[in-house]
């Protein structure tokens, strides 16, 4: 319907940008501070990471399948189309080149959309052991999987789901059944037009007794015509806020039969022989990948705000309004956006929080590695058989401190995230809004994060939950074992002399004060749920709070740490810790400044403190870090082809690069209306649809 | 090349939600609340614009153009065809049925997308005087046309243009050139595909001396054959976040002369025959413009969220999902969503909101007309010679109060609104992502509004300029005039002895802690400024935060002041009035909460007060609006074809409308994948396309 836009004339052709031009600009940046980029990209990323990625970009490079430059144009049904395209292609390239999973994985960061593989290669091909009798067929992709877990009424309560499976002892299949529109399947990634086969979660029941969710594998589709098998009503969801290059979908069984084999559940299900429920032996396994899953979001969390922040980073520095009110009369030309201190408040500390992020999603995983490694060191057949960490009231300290600091963290990690994205974008002011900024079409797909495998808000409960009970363990007088109850115990014994933090001359003093603040929180929320005897409900309020603050408190203590380790000092040298001090320090006190509040409520801080915080530390770190700001936002070493952004182009050819998208790639561009409202026709290159037509052609 | 979704089986169609069913919930919510929802509307909107509204509706709903179930769905090329046809009709409808303009605003308004026209009939129809040209032909849509100020390289600074017009006084035309490519004109909205003509802002220049950005009326494409004219490089500016029913244009001209009288400035211009500059006799007209537009901002801010809180209102009371933790064993059921504190006060403080800025936008709206009324009055050849307010040092009070509570309000109640619709979102879990809630796309709409008509940021700036002047005055013994010099003078006579301010127990209070947190701002802010010569920049920060106190204060006094009024207590009744009441307090105490640090560093609250504000009134005023929140939200009397929301459907049918959109109307679910990686099939319908074909296409 659309032809090709008009071609560019030659004297627009010459025009250039007004100069300074923006490779200029960029270029002085780098000019001005002395940061080595690559040793702190190494020491973000090693050097093996960044060998990883040049040789995946090259092969990448040489198919014109990975072309981007009309993602941001096309239509849901196109982009989808697209992706599948370039989900084919990454799988042949990756058993072509025998990539190794981490190569397969950057290569899909790179390419940076969600393919309709990808709940296959995920969540399918995560779901664990039975999983054998599928397994080798799902590696080959002879058969695509998803995980059918959520449903239309139900997301984040997995015990009121609908679905359910019949024991039938007759032919000693199961039933899968949806007995209401509410039981339908939903948000299924990969289910939509993509899978053969499901695993679905569905209630067990044996003799009318139901016995709660279990995983069942069903084969969805037909492996030759890819219909929809009989009494399966099966789409794809429609159009989302992004992610549109997934097929998320829903599924309805009308008493589906599926054989006993298809549950999956190493030592539990159904005795064929006896028609017997026999008992889950471990749930942590699900339990542990959920755990796993969260630490992957907190282990992602910098990287992905830094994409907002390089690309609004380079572009404010290339961007020029107004001359500064005070500049001398005979200064000519006006001033970088970059030095306003209303846009390095918002972009700096959100640099700031890309590093702690990053640094506590480091020590996230590691926790989590650790105890892994623990698990295996000390597994035997009762260990395994214990209850998942959800359940857990006794057990494995670590397990408990892992799953309170992934819900934590996963929850204000992503919040930061995806709250920074948007404020980087609406730094960039007009073009923050043009898709080819590159930063909205990303922040829409990422949004998801917040919501997903835990909703942010509710995971709260879990973290208030834990520090609830460790603090009860403290004031029973149990020894502290670990860093959570040396805090409590901490504050306990000096709460009647009081605090007396220096958070403006000691960065030890910080951590210690975010300590203080939390553990303050704790024994609060503790006195109101225990002595005042407050329903859960009215604490939800508090619980959010205090979580925060906790998590605050690990984010300040792993960047800390960080920057203390020995391999940090090596690896940065001395010019570029001195700058990740101070972006630790700018990031610690703008926060403790904006939930000064409970700082000082809770005496870890003086009102004139975090007023002196506030005037005087936040604007000298600004104005320190500041020259500064492009060579760090390098460090994060993003291809421009990942970015995909006209604003964040390594070069600074901004202006050049939104220009060439909008005149010589836009579809839009190739049609010619007929604007006058008396006439009904539309185009005039197509008059064959009228406003009538488009109407009746509207209610079809 | 996709077909139609396969139909629903009869299996499915027999299907319903699990009970209770969502129109049951409702029905529950409407009657446990006493309050008359009709009486509220009419007091919002009052017992004309209802009438209006019905009838527009009615006419609307008789013409299939108006059908929005494809909108979700369409990609950019089809969605600004479906707003073009419905452009045209609702220009005919207006013709045919001689709708007023307040009519027409409001068909816009329920159709609620930008249409193609609408810079037409806002900013080009809106320019001033000499339009008389024009004019005519513009109103009847003979020529289309758009107002082309902002530029690739410039936005906010409007003497930063680069677009030239010179004067030739060989033959009296003036030359409109672009000289660089930054120059090119871009954001014009209508001027993509659609616009004959356009306003273009460009700097006059008489024999090489600048005068300033001037307006010029430009023709740009033929009126026949609608293609550029020669020398125009014009097109769409290519996807954004939002607003893709409207060509955002771009335009570049090589020496294009327009005649002398298309230089748009009554009183201003170029002499003939002396080829001298005659100096602008007045400029406020565009100032003014630019006010009535920000305080249209700022009357609309309240509807705007309220979209927002009415979709996630109904759908959290239809959602239930787990048990209360509290709740006795015997209970059955999951919990309404909507009964979670943690929910609670994410939307009954939104919902507070929407009244605020409501209340808040009508005085906003009554200044301006007050202040216009006064104009007319006083109007003298040589009052209306004054610059306009923002070059204004003396002259007109109330202009300059205008302008700054413009700026102010236009700033807060805008951020307000569109972060307030994303808590909207996200309080509706993972539905809220799909486009069919409704709230995704209309958020993506509404963004632009915090960085047009002055970024949210910037536009502090003239509020701050306005309170350091209004505070320095007060110092000097000037005899205050205006509300805002009487709070000053009032800080400044009893700072001294303190404030002592009864917020949790007098309303009149919470306003007067509001003024005082807001004075001591200002004067903290004119002692760095003025004593210690602090740079302009370095206060920024400052300044944001001081604009964003003094507007609560307003929003706050605005609020306040509306309950004491006789109408307001007449319209309301005493039910109504008590509910008003206490969304007052939930708003005030919540942002005060909020704003906590301010409250005590000022002293206008106690650390307790702030404490106890948090931990019992916030909460038990939740606790009191619970009940009636459905009726509440009603009372904002949206059609349902309005929100285009299954989420927020009056009638509670979440499930069956998601169900039923996703199901029958996605053409996605019209298209069979060929899954497999080693297949380069991509649709098993339409196999001529391939992985390799897909990418030859891309790289074209």
Chains 1, 2 share one sequence.
């Not at 404010?316 to 201190?341: H, I, M, S, W």
Request: charged share 25%.
């Amino acid at each position: 319907m659309s032809k090709n836009p008009a071609a560019t004339p030659d004297w627009v052709k010459k025009l250039k940008p007004s100069g300074p031009q923006g490779s200029e600009l960029l270029a002085i940046e780098r000019n001005k501070s002395n940061l080595n980029v690559k040793r702190v990209s190494e020491f973000l990323f090693t050097k093996e990471e960044l060998l990883r990625k040049d040789r995946i970009l090259e092969i990448l490079n040489q198919h014109d399948v990975f072309d981007k430059s009309q993602n941001y144009f096309d239509g849901r049904i196109d982009r989808f189309k697209a992706s599948l395209a370039r989900a084919k292609k990454l799988r042949q390239l990756s058993v072509q080149n025998g990539w190794s999973k981490e190569d397969f994985n950057l290569a899909n960061e790179l390419l940076s959309e969600a393919t309709p593989y990808r709940l296959h290669d995920t969540m399918f091909l995560g779901t664990p052991e039975q999983h054998e009798l599928f397994l080798k067929k799902a590696e080959n992709m002879e058969i695509i999987g998803c995980y059918a877990q959520t449903e239309l009424g139900h997301g984040s309560n997995v015990r009121g789901l609908e679905t359910v499976a019949i024991w039938d002892p007759s032919d000693k299949t199961f039933v899968i059944h949806s007995p209401t529109l509410t039981a339908s399947k939903w948000w299924i990634g990969t289910l939509g037009r993509m899978a053969t086969h499901a695993v679905v979660m569905a209630q067990l029941v044996i003799d009318k007794k139901p016995y709660g969710p279990h995983p069942f594998v069903v084969q969805i589709r037909d492996m030759k015509t890819h219909q929809p098998l009989p009494n399966i009503h099966v789409g794809d969801i429609g159009p989302k806020y992004g992610f549109n290059t997934m097929d998320n979908g829903f599924v309805l069984f009308n008493k589906v039969k599926v054989p006993h084999v298809n549950l999956l559940a190493k030592f539990s299900g159904v005795d064929v022989k006896t028609n017997q429920y026999r008992k889950p032996a471990s749930a942590s396994l699900v339990y542990g990948t959920l755990t796993f899953v969260r630490s992957t979001i907190v282990q992602d969390a910098g990287k992905t705000l830094a994409r907002g922040v390089v690309i609004a980073t380079r572009y404010c520095a290339v961007r020029r309004q107004f001359k500064d009110r005070d500049a001398p009369p005979e200064e000519k030309g006006e001033t970088q956006v970059l030095n306003y201190k209303m846009v390095q408040i918002r972009l700096l500390t959100n640099l700031a929080a890309t590093f702690a992020l990053h640094f506590t999603g480091k020590a996230m995983m590691g926790l989590y590695m650790e105890n892994q490694a623990k698990m295996k060191q000390t597994a035997t057949p009762d260990s395994k058989r214990g209850a998942g960490p959800e359940e857990m009231h006794s057990g494995s300290e670590l397990l408990a401190d892992l799953h309170a600091t992934s819900c934590g963290l996963k929850s204000l990690a992503s919040t930061i995230a995806a709250e920074g994205l948007e404020v980087c974008r609406r730094a960039c002011g007009g073009h923050g809004y043009s898709s080819f900024s590159g930063i909205g079409p990303f922040f829409a797909d990422y949004l998801p994060t917040t919501t997903w495998e835990g909703d942010n808000y509710m995971l709260t409960q879990q973290v208030a939950r834990y520090l609830l009970k460790s603090a009860r363990s403290v004031i029973k007088g149990d020894t502290p074992t670990n860093d959570t109850t040396k805090v409590l115990r901490n504050f306990l014994d000096r709460q009647d002399m009081g605090a007396a933090f220096d958070v403006l001359g000691s960065d030890t003093d910080i951590v210690a004060a975010y300590a203080w603040r939390a553990a303050y929180l704790t024994f609060e929320a503790l006195k109101r749920r225990d002595e005042l005897k407050m329903p859960w409900n009215d604490l939800l309020v508090d619980f959010y709070r205090l979580s925060k603050a906790h998590s605050q408190y690990l984010v300040v203590k792993n960047f800390h740490a960080t920057l203390q380790a020995y391999e940090t000092r090596q690896a940065l040298g001395p010019a570029g810790l001195d700058l990740m001090e101070k972006l630790f320090r700018l990031w610690a006190l703008h926060t403790l400044e904006t939930e000064a509040s409970e700082f000082y409520t809770s005496s870890a801080c003086t009102v004139r403190q975090i007023q002196l915080a506030r005037t005087n530390a936040v604007m000298n770190l600004l104005e320190e870090i500041r020259p500064h700001a492009v060579r760090l936002v390098d460090a994060w070493d993003f291809p421009d082809w990942q970015l995909d952004s006209s604003l964040g182009r390594y070069d600074g050819k901004v202006y050049e690069d939104m220009f060439h998208r909008a005149s010589e790639l836009n579809p839009l561009n190739g049609i010619t209306v007929d604007p006058y409202p008396n006439s009904d026709v539309l185009y005039k290159d197509d008059q064959s649809e009228t406003v009538k037509d488009f109407a009746r052609k509207a209610k079809l």
